[in-house]
């Protein structure tokens, strides 16, 4: 079946540190792949998405590249600040289920002043 | 805009009670989604609406759960009887119709089971 994996937490960086969060995936047929972010005390929120190969989706500064080879979405923003610090998601949705989606177990980020 | 509203924020309940978890998708929205999160599990699909009617109720995980969706503006979760093992973050989320629309989500419900 469809599955995410995500670098483990918890991240914590200082503030303007480069930041990445690795996500690999593996499903049938041609996934759409999505970044969704929880601060605390939130339900998730879209953060970014990719629906084909070498698409890249961008918002607020993070970055990540649909990599098809590599079976790799990682999550990249070149200075983070303190407000990005919450619990980030990469997911998938794929095959017939362009509804369903597949979640990994979320990266804690906490950036520090 | 109004987004997802759920209510309550919080429930905090003994044992064997009846449990109703509420929830108001985004006006337009024709597809609706219960969520589970648990440290443990993580995210859990617990069943998918589409124009009010169930598709996919396979993460419903047993029977003492229910859920409704009397129209496109309303639906509800129910666990009859509760058990502390039901404690978890209960999310509700909807989308428009179409290829990757995403998902928007509600505050959750924090249930507590004593």
């Known amino acids: 079946g469809d599955s995410v994996t995500q670098m483990e937490g918890p991240v914590t960086l200082s503030e303007e540190a480069f930041l990445t969060i690795n996500c690999t995936y593996t499903?049938?047929?041609?996934?759409?792949l999505f970044w969704y972010v929880q601060y605390p005390g939130e339900g998730l929120q879209l953060l970014l998405k990719a629906t084909k190969a070498d698409d890249k989706g961008s918002n607020k500064g993070f970055e990540a590249t649909y990599r098809k080879e590599t079976t790799s979405f990682h999550l990249e923003k070149g200075s983070v600040q303190v407000s990005d610090s919450a619990v980030y998601f990469c997911a998938l949705t794929s095959g017939g289920s362009n509804y369903k989606l597949t979640f990994g177990k979320g990266t804690l980020l906490t950036v520090n002043p | 805009d109004a987004g997802v509203i759920q209510s309550p924020r919080h429930e905090v309940t003994e044992m064997g009670q009846e449990v109703t978890l509420r929830c108001k998708p985004i006006s337009g929205h024709n597809s609706l989604f219960w969520y589970r999160q648990t440290m443990m599990r993580g995210l859990e699909l617990l069943i998918y609406f589409n124009n009010n009617v169930p598709i996919d109720d396979s993460g419903m995980p047993e029977d003492r759960f229910s859920a409704k969706m009397p129209n496109a503006s309303f639906s509800t979760l129910k666990i009859q009887p509760s058990e502390p093992r039901d404690s978890a973050v209960y999310f509700c989320a909807s989308s428009s119709q179409g290829l990757d629309q995403p998902q928007h989500f509600g505050d959750g419900t924090r249930l507590s089971i004593l």
């Open positions: 499903a049938t047929g041609y996934p759409s």
